[in-house]
C-alpha cells in the first residue's frame, strides 16, 4: 500500500473518512474514535468535555484505509489482523488474536489521563532525546522542549517501539506527560488538552518499526563529509588570530581537523548573524588559512534579536518577530541580550521567514562558513503569553525548532539548491532530521554520571529519527574537565555519529597532559582512517538504520542489563565505553553477541553469547568487531578493506561501501558509487553499483593476523580468495 503522508506542513490538509471512522462514547462520557491507516497502523482519537481542537497544521498525520473497522459483535471491531474491544472506560487491542494491551481513560475536569496496560511489552525504547536510560520503564516525561543548564538538552520525538514489536506515535500537546512505570504491565499519559490521540502498528521487528518510522518522517538525508570528521570547538574563541593559531597547533602535531566551531565571539550583538566583532575584522584572512588546510568553519546562531542588532528593524518591517496576546510584538530581557535593553524572538511562520533565513544564512556561506550551529531553539525561557503566529506558546512550543530549521533550509536552499547543508541544532521534533539537523545533548556537565548517561540520549534519539548526534566531549559546565574524564569522553565520542569536542574551557588534545594529548590524538587519526566505514554507515540512515545502534539491532538475546552501557556503531563494531574512574572500576564487564569477535586493538579473537570481563586501562576502552567484518579505511592515501576473519573462520557478509562528492545535493538524484562487498567463507567478490569516478581501483585487503593482500577493482569484481 502507498502511504501518503503530511507530516508538520502548514497547508497540509487531513479529511476524515466519515465512513470509515468508528465513533463511539464510552460510559464515563469519553468521546473514542478510530479507524485503520494506509500504513498498517491504527489511530485512537480519546476526548473529554473540554477537548481541544487538534493543531491539524502541524501534527502527524496518517491516511485512513478505503476498507476499515467493522462491527464483528456488540463492541467488538475488527479491521484485518486487529481487533478493538470497546468497554465502560476504554478499549482493548488485539492483534491476531492476542492482546497487545488494554486503555481505561478518566477525565477528572483538569486533566484527561489514559492508562495503558501492557499485556507482554515490558519494554519501551525512543521518545527522542529525553531519557537517562535507553529502557523508558521507570521514566517520568514532561513533553515540553526544553535544555538544562548542566544537565541536558530535552528533546521529545513521541514515538516509542516495544520489545513486542508495537510502534506507538503520539500527536502529544505541550506539556503532555508520560509514565512508563517499572515493571511489567501499565502506562499512563495525561494531557491538559482534554485530548489524546496515538498511532500504534504491530510490525514483525523493533528494526522494522524504526525504519519505517524514518521514511514516514523523510530522515533520508547526507551531511557533508566533513561533519564525521572531528570538530574543535570551545566556548570560545575569541578572535579570528586564535582560530589561526588553533589550525596551526593542529597542523604542527599531525592532528587531523574537521572544522572549527565559534561561540558567540563572532558578532557583536546578539541577532546581527554576520562578523560585526571588532576581534574577527580579519574572518576573511582567516577562513583562508582554514581552506588552505582543509579545515571547514562553522557559528553559532540563535533565533533572538536584540533591539541593537543590525536586524532588528528589518525583523520589524517584515512582521518577522513574535507577538504577545494583546498583539504587540514581544520585547524581553535576557542573558543573550549582551549589552543591549531587550529582544525579541524570530517568527519562523512569518510569511518571509524562509526568505528572511535565505538571505542571511546565505551571505553566511557566501562569507566562508560551511555549517549552522542553531543554539537557544527550544526556544530557551520565553514569555508564556508569546504566540507565534496564531498559536499559543506552550501549543507551538515543541515545534518551534523544527520551523525554524525548515524556514533555513528551505531559505538558504532557494539560493543555493545544490549546496549540502549542516546544521547543528540543541532542539528538535519529529522530522527535523530531514532538514539536515543534527543534535547533541546539550549543556552537559562535566562529571562521569554526565558522561554515563550519554549514551541513552544518543541511542534514543537515533531510534526516534535523529540518527545524526553528538556530544560535548569533555563536559561543558565548568571550564576544567579532569583528564582521566577527558580522555573516557573522547574515547565515546570518537564512535559517536558527530565527534565534537566543546567545553567551557579548553577542550584541545594538547591542553592536557603529554599523554592525553597521545591518546586523544591517536583516537582522532584513527576516526580520520574510519571515515569511509562511517560515511558508509550514515548512508544507512538513508534507509531507517541509526548510526548508534541499540544492542537489540544486533541480537535481542542481549542480557537487558547491558542495553545502557554498550552499542553498536554501524554494523560491525561494538563499543563498551568506560564510564568510572580507573580507582572505582578496575575492571570492565560487557556482553559479547553469540558469534566471533575480534578485539579492535589487538585483533585478539574471543568467542561471543556470553559476557567478557576485561581489566579497564586508560589508553583504551572496550572496542570489538564481528566476525567477518568488512571495515574500508583510509590509511595513507590508500583504501584498505580490514576483514575480520582467520584460517578457521566459514561466515558470510556484506557490507556496501557508499561514497559521492559529499558537498553537494546530487547523491539524491543517483550521483554516487557503490561497491557491495560480498564475503562467503574466504571469498571476496565486489559489485559494482553507481557512479565509477567516487569508486577506487585499489585496495590492501588487510586480516586480523596482519597478512595483507593488493587487490584492483576488476579483481574484486571476479572474486579473491584471502
Given at each position: 500500500m502507498k502511504k501518503k503522508i503530511a507530516l508538520l506542513v502548514l497547508s497540509a490538509a487531513f479529511v476524515l473518512n466519515a465512513a470509515a471512522l468508528t465513533k463511539v462514547k464510552l460510559a464515563n462520557g469519553?468521546?473514542?474514535?478510530?479507524?485503520?491507516?494506509?500504513?498498517?497502523?491504527?489511530?485512537?482519537?480519546?476526548?473529554?468535555?473540554?477537548?481541544?481542537?487538534?493543531?491539524?497544521?502541524?501534527?502527524?498525520?496518517?491516511?485512513?484505509?478505503?476498507?476499515?473497522?467493522?462491527?464483528?459483535?456488540?463492541?467488538?471491531?475488527?479491521?484485518?489482523?486487529?481487533?478493538?474491544?470497546?468497554?465502560?472506560?476504554?478499549?482493548?487491542?488485539?492483534?491476531?488474536?492476542?492482546?497487545?494491551?488494554?486503555?481505561?481513560?478518566?477525565?477528572?475536569?483538569?486533566?484527561?489521563?489514559?492508562?495503558?496496560?501492557?499485556?507482554?511489552?515490558?519494554?519501551?525504547?525512543?521518545?527522542?532525546?529525553?531519557?537517562?536510560?535507553?529502557?523508558?520503564?521507570?521514566?517520568?516525561?514532561?513533553?515540553?522542549?526544553?535544555?538544562?543548564?548542566?544537565?541536558?538538552?530535552y528533546v521529545f520525538v513521541p514515538f516509542y517501539v516495544t520489545n513486542k514489536n508495537t510502534?506507538?506515535?503520539?500527536?502529544?500537546?505541550?506539556?503532555?506527560?508520560?509514565?512508563?512505570?517499572?515493571?511489567?504491565?501499565?502506562?499512563?499519559?495525561?494531557?491538559?488538552?482534554?485530548?489524546?490521540?496515538?498511532?500504534?502498528?504491530?510490525?514483525?521487528?523493533?528494526?522494522?518499526?524504526?525504519?519505517?518510522?524514518?521514511?514516514?518522517?523523510?530522515?533520508?538525508?547526507?551531511?557533508?563529509?566533513?561533519?564525521?570528521?572531528?570538530?574543535?570547538?570551545?566556548?570560545?574563541?575569541?578572535?579570528?588570530?586564535?582560530?589561526?593559531?588553533?589550525?596551526?597547533?593542529?597542523?604542527?602535531?599531525?592532528?587531523?581537523?574537521?572544522?572549527?566551531?565559534?561561540?558567540?565571539?563572532?558578532?557583536?550583538?546578539?541577532?546581527?548573524?554576520?562578523?560585526?566583532?571588532?576581534?574577527?575584522?580579519?574572518?576573511?584572512?582567516?577562513?583562508?588559512?582554514?581552506?588552505?588546510?582543509?579545515?571547514?568553519?562553522?557559528?553559532?546562531?540563535?533565533?533572538?534579536?536584540?533591539?541593537?542588532?543590525?536586524?532588528?528593524?528589518?525583523?520589524?518591517?517584515?512582521?518577522?518577530?513574535?507577538?504577545?496576546?494583546?498583539?504587540?510584538?514581544?520585547?524581553?530581557?535576557?542573558?543573550?541580550?549582551?549589552?543591549?535593553?531587550?529582544?525579541?524572538?524570530?517568527?519562523?511562520?512569518?510569511?518571509?521567514?524562509?526568505?528572511?533565513?535565505?538571505?542571511?544564512?546565505?551571505?553566511?556561506?557566501?562569507?566562508?562558513?560551511?555549517?549552522?550551529?542553531?543554539?537557544?531553539?527550544?526556544?530557551?525561557?520565553?514569555?508564556?503569553?508569546?504566540?507565534?503566529?496564531?498559536?499559543?506558546?506552550?501549543?507551538?512550543?515543541?515545534?518551534?525548532?523544527?520551523?525554524?530549521?525548515?524556514?533555513?533550509?528551505?531559505?538558504?536552499?532557494?539560493?543555493?539548491?545544490?549546496?549540502?547543508l549542516f546544521i547543528m541544532s540543541r532542539s528538535a521534533t519529529t522530522g527535523s532530521g530531514k532538514f539536515n539537523v543534527s543534535v547533541w545533548s546539550g549543556d552537559a556537565s562535566v562529571s562521569w554520571p554526565s558522561l554515563s548517561n550519554q549514551m541513552a540520549y544518543g541511542l534514543n534519539a537515533g531510534i526516534s529519527g535523529l540518527p545524526y548526534w553528538g556530544s560535548d566531549v569533555g563536559g561543558f559546565v565548568q571550564p576544567e574537565s579532569p583528564e582521566e574524564l577527558y580522555i573516557r569522553w573522547q574515547q565515546f565520542g570518537a564512535f559517536t555519529p558527530i565527534y565534537r569536542a566543546h567545553g567551557t574551557g579548553s577542550r584541545e588534545p594538547y591542553a592536557f597532559s603529554p599523554k592525553a594529548e597521545k591518546i586523544v590524538s591517536d583516537l582522532i587519526r584513527m576516526r580520520a582512517q574510519l571515515l569511509p566505514y562511517i560515511y558508509s554507515t550514515a548512508r544507512q540512515t538513508m534507509n531507517g538504520i541509526p548510526m548508534m545502534r541499540p544492542m537489540f539491532f544486533e541480537d535481542e538475546a542481549t542480557p537487558q542489563k547491558f542495553i545502557n552501557s554498550q552499542y553498536m556503531f554501524g554494523d560491525s563494531i561494538l563499543v563498551a565505553p568506560i564510564v568510572r574512574e580507573l580507582v572505582a572500576e578496575s575492571e570492565r564487564t560487557f556482553y559479547l553477541p553469540k558469534g566471533n569477535w575480534f578485539n579492535f586493538y589487538s585483533n585478539e579473537k574471543v568467542a561471543g553469547g556470553t559476557e567478557l570481563t576485561v581489566k579497564s586501562k586508560l589508553e583504551n576502552i572496550p572496542i570489538y568487531v564481528k566476525e567477518g567484518a568488512i571495515i574500508p579505511r583510509a590509511v595513507d592515501g590508500k583504501t584498505e578493506l580490514f576483514v575480520a576473519i582467520d584460517n578457521s573462520s566459514s561466515v558470510n557478509n556484506t557490507f556496501t561501501l557508499y561514497d559521492d562528492d559529499g558537498e553537494t545535493e546530487e547523491y539524491k538524484t543517483g550521483k554516487y558509487g557503490e561497491i557491495e562487498m560480498k564475503l562467503e567463507g574466504r571469498t571476496l567478490k565486489a559489485l559494482v553499483k553507481g557512479d565509477l569516478s567516487f569508486i577506487p581501483n585499489n585496495y590492501e585487503i588487510v586480516l586480523p593476523s596482519g597478512k595483507k593482500k593488493s587487490a584492483t577493482l576488476e579483481e574484486l569484481k571476479a572474486g579473491i580468495q584471502l
Open positions: 469519553i468521546v473514542l474514535e478510530f479507524e485503520g491507516c494506509q500504513d498498517g497502523s491504527v489511530r485512537f482519537e480519546a476526548k473529554g468535555k473540554k477537548a481541544r481542537e487538534p493543531m491539524n497544521a502541524v501534527e502527524l498525520k496518517r491516511t485512513a484505509a478505503k476498507e476499515n473497522f467493522i462491527a464483528a459483535s456488540k463492541n467488538t471491531y475488527v479491521w484485518g489482523d486487529y481487533q478493538v474491544d470497546v468497554g465502560d472506560e476504554g478499549y482493548a487491542f488485539s492483534f491476531k488474536g492476542e492482546k497487545i494491551y488494554s486503555s481505561t481513560f478518566k477525565d477528572d475536569g483538569k486533566l484527561l489521563k489514559e492508562l495503558r496496560n501492557w499485556e507482554k511489552a515490558d519494554e519501551f525504547y525512543g521518545f527522542g532525546e529525553a531519557s537517562r536510560s535507553v529502557s523508558l520503564r521507570n521514566q517520568s516525561l514532561t513533553i515540553y522542549n526544553e535544555s538544562k543548564y548542566g544537565d541536558h538538552a510502534a506507538v506515535y503520539y500527536n502529544a500537546n505541550g506539556k503532555d506527560k508520560i509514565y512508563f512505570q517499572n515493571g511489567k504491565d501499565a502506562q499512563l499519559y495525561r494531557s491538559e488538552y482534554h485530548r489524546i490521540e496515538c498511532f500504534v502498528r504491530q510490525d514483525s521487528s523493533m528494526k522494522e518499526s524504526i525504519q519505517k518510522f524514518y521514511a514516514e518522517t523523510e530522515t533520508c538525508c547526507m551531511l557533508p563529509k566533513w561533519a564525521y570528521g572531528y570538530i574543535q570547538s570551545k566556548y570560545g574563541y575569541k578572535s579570528a588570530q586564535e582560530v589561526v593559531e588553533l589550525v596551526d597547533s593542529f597542523k604542527e602535531r599531525n592532528i587531523p581537523l574537521s572544522a572549527v566551531v565559534l561561540d558567540l565571539y563572532w558578532f557583536e550583538k546578539m541577532g546581527d548573524i554576520s562578523w560585526t566583532a571588532k576581534d574577527f575584522a580579519d574572518y576573511k584572512e582567516m577562513d583562508a588559512h582554514m581552506e588552505k588546510n582543509g579545515v571547514k568553519l562553522v557559528t553559532i546562531t540563535e533565533p533572538f534579536f536584540t533591539t541593537a542588532s543590525v536586524n532588528f528593524d528589518e525583523l520589524m518591517s517584515k512582521d518577522l518577530l513574535c507577538k504577545n496576546q494583546k498583539g504587540k510584538v514581544a520585547l524581553w530581557h535576557d542573558w543573550w541580550c549582551i549589552g543591549a535593553r531587550d529582544a525579541g524572538i524570530f517568527n519562523p511562520l512569518g510569511k518571509n521567514a524562509a526568505s528572511f533565513m535565505g538571505d542571511k544564512y546565505s551571505s553566511m556561506l557566501d562569507s566562508g562558513i560551511e555549517g549552522f550551529w542553531t543554539d537557544l531553539g527550544e526556544p530557551e525561557k520565553v514569555p508564556a503569553d508569546l504566540k507565534y503566529g496564531k498559536y499559543a506558546e506552550q501549543d507551538f512550543h515543541n515545534y518551534y525548532n523544527y520551523y525554524w530549521s525548515k524556514a533555513l533550509y528551505e531559505g538558504v536552499h532557494a539560493k543555493y539548491p545544490n549546496r549540502r
